[in-house]
């Protein structure tokens, strides 16, 4: 194949030819049951370019269309909502959520969800509470809000919002709006999680904090993304500061946090490829972090003028593990792709004891979710929005995609038929955002958000062939719910929304395979509870052991 010329990401010039990008092309129309000629299996089977769909049941309300879209008929008349093999049980709106869901179960078996609402930066007109909301989730038909955290950083979290069980604490940093400040904010969920008690509040990579010389001179933190080790002894962050980083803070004193290094993504290629951070995870001995290079290349990069720069960064991060003086962050390897963008979140798991990534994008093919984007990502023949993968890493130096949640929303031959439903949208329609999954360690099923498209849920035990199993997509509100990043006339992103449109789903998953629920928040819904029907879940080897969902 003839070759073309590229930039790798040290910005030395070399050839790549097109069949390497990690990508299947997608120029030639197809429908749902299209198989794709490059995407073989172990077997040599062909895998279907898109998720094969669910098969409801006779008391559901599935969709009217192709799998994952609200037409836009739907959405002139009020979305009513449809439901597959899924059936909610529970709910409490409040004043809606933003981007993240977390969760915990306390000693005494209380079950408690927190999440995140509105930045009070973007209005607090007709709110009542602002900050985290503790939902107390133990009568899951009857979830009621006990407690309202207002700290400086859970006031806006935005993603960064994390529960580590072991440890038993609640933590999040100021992500004002997408880059807050440096404040990192710890809770003790121990003894009543309906009741968090504030831990520490500190400023990190500040003199006043004692871990100036951490952050080199000139530089700032900015809040935005984080997560913690599997050992709970390190708050890694992907920090939208001045140059854009990833870092880690040492919180084995809950206490005292204290920043201990940095890494700063390689800002090499052009402006306006806005290469930047997002969300990471660590592997289970702490040795090596899995981290977004979120970038939004152009749609003339995406061509092939210039090697994919959207990915996965697989980092060592050993020597922060191991404590030694000024540890040092250093690349292992790259796997990056041209058929989404703005790479959103990993988590490592295990399928039959093989090590996989989940990776989730927040862009599609075209850069971008506006009418706009998905019309060039259409011309390309690439899907039009952002969706989950599976990456083998088994061999960490040569990462490879084995498989994608494609919806027929995203299927390129789809355009004609999609397009009419996002006029006037300038951001989130039928992407992904975050995932879930039953057993980190021993995965048979995925769950994700995916906008308007709602709560997609996907049966993983052979991930190079994912079948969709179950969704919810709720309801559309009529009334604003002030605390949501989306029906909200005040808040940070209002573009095109209107009264009975499709909510947006966008946080991390609560699988319970002893209950057979499902638990996470919608941004104008609020917190839901819903329950599996049909016997489509759990399956006879699926289990949901605390803190192994994400």
């Known amino acids: 194949m003839k070759p073309r010329w590229s930039v790798d990401r040290f910005g030395r010039w070399a050839t790549i030819a097109v069949a390497t990008l990690c990508f299947v092309a997608l120029s030639s129309g197809a429908a749902s049951g299209r198989e794709s000629d490059d995407d073989e299996g172990d077997d040599g089977g062909k895998i279907p370019l898109t998720v094969p769909k669910a098969v409801c049941g006779p008391e559901d309300h599935p969709e009217t269309a192709l799998q994952g879209q609200v037409p836009a008929s739907l959405r002139a008349a009020g979305f009513e909502g449809f439901n597959c093999n899924l059936k909610l049980i529970g709910q409490s709106r409040g004043e809606g959520a933003s981007w993240q869901h977390a969760f915990f179960t306390d000693r005494d078996e209380h079950r408690c969800s927190y999440y995140d609402t509105s930045s009070p930066v973007n209005g607090t007109a007709n709110r009542t509470h602002l900050g985290v909301v503790v939902v107390d989730t133990t009568d899951r038909r009857n979830p009621n809000a006990t407690a309202y955290l207002t700290s400086t950083s859970m006031m806006d979290p935005w993603e960064s919002l994390r529960v580590h069980v072991p440890r038993q604490i609640l933590l999040g940093e100021n992500g004002t709006n997408a880059a807050g400040g440096p404040e990192l904010d710890v809770y003790d969920i121990s003894s009543d999680c309906r009741d968090p008690q504030l831990l520490a509040s500190v400023a990190t990579g500040t003199s006043a904090n004692g871990d100036a010389s951490a952050l080199p001179s000139g530089e700032v933190l900015k809040g935005h993304e984080g997560n913690v080790s599997p050992d709970g002894l390190t708050w890694y962050s992907g920090d939208r500061g001045t140059p854009k980083k990833y870092t880690a803070t040492d919180i084995t004193d809950v206490s005292h946090p204290q920043l201990i290094a940095t890494w700063t993504v390689p800002q090499i290629y052009p402006a306006s490829w806005r290469v930047t951070t997002h969300g990471l995870a660590i592997s289970e001995d702490g040795k090596r972090a899995y981290v977004s290079q979120a970038a939004v290349p152009s749609v003339t990069s995406v061509t092939g003028t210039l090697a994919p720069v959207n990915g996965v960064l697989i980092l060592d991060v050993s020597q922060v593990q191991a404590r030694m003086p000024n540890p040092q962050i250093t690349e292992v390897s790259h796997l990056f792709w041209p058929d989404g963008a703005q790479s959103q979140m990993y988590i490592p798991i295990t399928v039959k004891g093989r090590e996989y990534l989940v990776g989730v994008d927040e862009l599609g093919g ?15 023949g690439l899907p039009m929005f952002p969706m989950a993968r599976i990456i083998d890493i088994r061999d960490e130096r040569h990462p490879k995609v084995v498989s994608r949640m494609l919806l027929e929303t ?16 300038s951001v989130f329609t039928y992407g992904s955002h975050y995932c879930s999954v039953d057993n980190k360690h021993d995965a048979t099923t995925l769950v994700c958000a995916y906008f308007n498209s709602g709560v997609r849920v996907f049966d993983i035990r052979d991930p190079r062939r994912p079948k969709e199993i179950a969704y919810f997509n709720p309801p559309g509100v009529t009334t604003p719910s002030y605390g949501s990043q989306h029906f909200n006339p005040t808040a ?14 966008s946080a991390q998953l609560r699988l319970d395979a002893r209950h057979g629920t499902l638990e996470t928040t919608c941004h104008d819904n ?13 399956f006879p080897e699926s289990t949901t052991p605390p803190g192994m969902q994400n």
Do not use: M
Not at 366 to 380: E, H, K, L, R, Y
Not at 410 to 420: E, F, G, Q, T
Not at 526 to 538: R, T
């Open 366 to 380: 075209g850069g971008g979710n506006a009418t706009a984007n998905v019309q060039a990502a259409c011309s390309i």
């Open 410 to 425: 995203h299927d390129p031959a789809n355009c004609s038929a999609v397009l009419p439903d996002i006029v006037g949208l």
């Open 492 to 505: 940070f992103i209002k573009s095109g929304t209107q009264a009975g449109g499709p909510d947006w789903c």
């Open 526 to 538: 609020g917190f839901l509870a819903l329950k599996f029907e049909n016997g489509v879940w759990p």
